[in-house]
C-alpha cells in the first residue's frame, strides 16, 4: 500500500485525526519556536495583575515598616517617660522621708506649729518643689492647690 492509496482509504473520521495530528504537530514545532498564540492577551493581563500584587505588596511592607517605627520611638519615648517618672517619685520619697524623720524626732513634735517648725515644713516643701516643680502649690505650677489651701503660713507673726 502507498501513500496515495492511504489518503484514499481514509475515512471522514480518519480525515478528522489526521489533521488533529498535523495542528498538534505544527502547534508543538512552532511554539518550540518561540512562536505565542494569545488572542485575548491573557499572559499581559496576568503579568499586569502580578505587578499589581506586587506594588500592593511592597506599599504594604513599607506601610508595616513605618508602623514599626513609630512603634518604636513612640516605646523609647514612654520608657523616658517612666524613667523620670520614677525618679522624681524616688526623689520625693526620699526627701519625705527624711522630713518624716524630722518631723518625729523634732523637740516640738507635740507643740502647735512655730516660726522654726515652719521654715522646717517650707524647706521641705522647696524640696518637693526642686525635685518635681509642676507639683500643685509650686511656683512652677499652673494650679493651684488641691482645695483652694493658702501655703503654710506659723502660728506667729514673722519676725
Same mark, same amino acid.
Given at each position: 500500500?502507498?501513500g496515495?492509496s492511504?489518503?484514499?482509504?481514509?475515512?471522514?473520521?480518519?480525515?478528522? @485525526?489526521a489533521?488533529?495530528?498535523v495542528l498538534a504537530?505544527g502547534?508543538?514545532?512552532?511554539?518550540?519556536?518561540?512562536f505565542?498564540?494569545?488572542?485575548?492577551?491573557?499572559? $499581559?493581563?496576568?503579568?499586569i495583575?502580578a505587578?499589581?500584587?506586587?506594588?500592593?505588596?511592597?506599599?504594604?511592607a513599607?506601610?508595616q515598616?513605618?508602623?514599626? $517605627?513609630?512603634?518604636?520611638e513612640?516605646a523609647?519615648? $514612654? /520608657?523616658?517617660?517612666?524613667?523620670?517618672?520614677?525618679?522624681?517619685?524616688?526623689?520625693?520619697?526620699r526627701?519625705?522621708?527624711?522630713?518624716?524623720v $524630722? @518631723?518625729?524626732?523634732?523637740?516640738?513634735?507635740?507643740?502647735?506649729?512655730?516660726?522654726?517648725r515652719?521654715?522646717?515644713?517650707?524647706?521641705?516643701?522647696?524640696?518637693?518643689?526642686?525635685?518635681?516643680?509642676?507639683?500643685?502649690?509650686?511656683?512652677?505650677a499652673?494650679?493651684?492647690?488641691?482645695?483652694g489651701?493658702a /501655703?503654710?503660713?506659723?502660728?506667729?507673726? @514673722?519676725g
Amino acid at each position: 500500500m502507498s501513500g496515495a492509496s492511504m489518503l484514499r482509504a481514509l475515512t471522514p473520521l480518519g480525515w478528522l @485525526a489526521a489533521g488533529l495530528a498535523v495542528l498538534a504537530l505544527g502547534g508543538a514545532l512552532l511554539g518550540g519556536l518561540g512562536f505565542r498564540w494569545d488572542p485575548l492577551n491573557l499572559q $499581559q493581563r496576568r503579568l499586569i495583575a502580578a505587578q499589581t500584587q506586587a506594588e500592593a505588596a511592597a506599599s504594604s511592607a513599607l506601610a508595616q515598616a513605618a508602623t514599626r $517605627q513609630v512603634e518604636a520611638e513612640g516605646a523609647a519615648a $514612654q /520608657a523616658q517617660r517612666v524613667d523620670h517618672y520614677q525618679q522624681t517619685t524616688m526623689a520625693a520619697e526620699r526627701a519625705t522621708a527624711a522630713a518624716v524623720v $524630722q @518631723a518625729r524626732s523634732a523637740d516640738d513634735a507635740d507643740q502647735t506649729l512655730d516660726a522654726h517648725r515652719a521654715v522646717r515644713l517650707r524647706g521641705h516643701d522647696g524640696e518637693l518643689c526642686r525635685i518635681a516643680p509642676d507639683l500643685d502649690g509650686c511656683a512652677g505650677a499652673t494650679g493651684a492647690a488641691p482645695g483652694g489651701f493658702a /501655703a503654710v503660713r506659723s502660728g506667729h507673726p @514673722a519676725g
